[in-house]
């Protein structure tokens, strides 16, 4: 098991940036592909991103594709979400996760087994 603490959330206007970390700890971040859910009040968490454990591939969902970039530091224990243009629809509570290396898709809620907290992103209008 994999515990995992994400930072950098905030309020900001619509059109700022922010970077999301998530820091690793427990066991290598480098064993892991990773991703990024969000969920959005009276709403479902949603995919965000993903990418694989050296970081090789990254995966979007199509609203973020252009303006949110995923990246990790294996040697830092750190996965970050830099997130560009944001808009009021992207408010919502972030989370990483783990992926554990099952057969869902990486879009799939199922793939991961360890998740963190969550960290509130607000975008005002």
């Known amino acids: 098991q994999v515990q995992l603490v994400e930072s950098g959330g905030g309020l900001v206007q619509a059109g700022d940036s922010l970077r999301l970390s998530c820091a690793a700890s427990?066991?290598?971040?480098?064993?892991?592909?990773m991703g990024w859910f969000r969920q959005a009040p009276g709403k479902t968490r949603e995919f965000v991103a993903a990418?694989?454990?050296?970081?090789?591939?990254?995966y979007y969902a199509d609203s973020v594709k252009g303006r949110f970039t995923i990246s990790r530091d294996n040697a830092k224990n750190t996965l970050y979400l830099q997130m560009n243009s944001l808009k009021p629809e992207d408010m919502a509570v972030y989370y990483c996760?783990?992926?554990?290396?099952?057969?869902?898709?990486?879009?799939?809620?199922?793939?991961?087994?360890?998740w963190g907290q969550g960290t509130q992103v607000s975008v005002s209008s």
């Open positions: 427990g066991r290598p971040l480098s064993n892991y592909g």
């Open positions: 990418i694989t454990s050296s970081g090789g591939r990254t």
């Open positions: 996760a783990a992926n554990r290396g099952t057969s869902y898709s990486v879009t799939n809620q199922n793939a991961y087994a360890d």
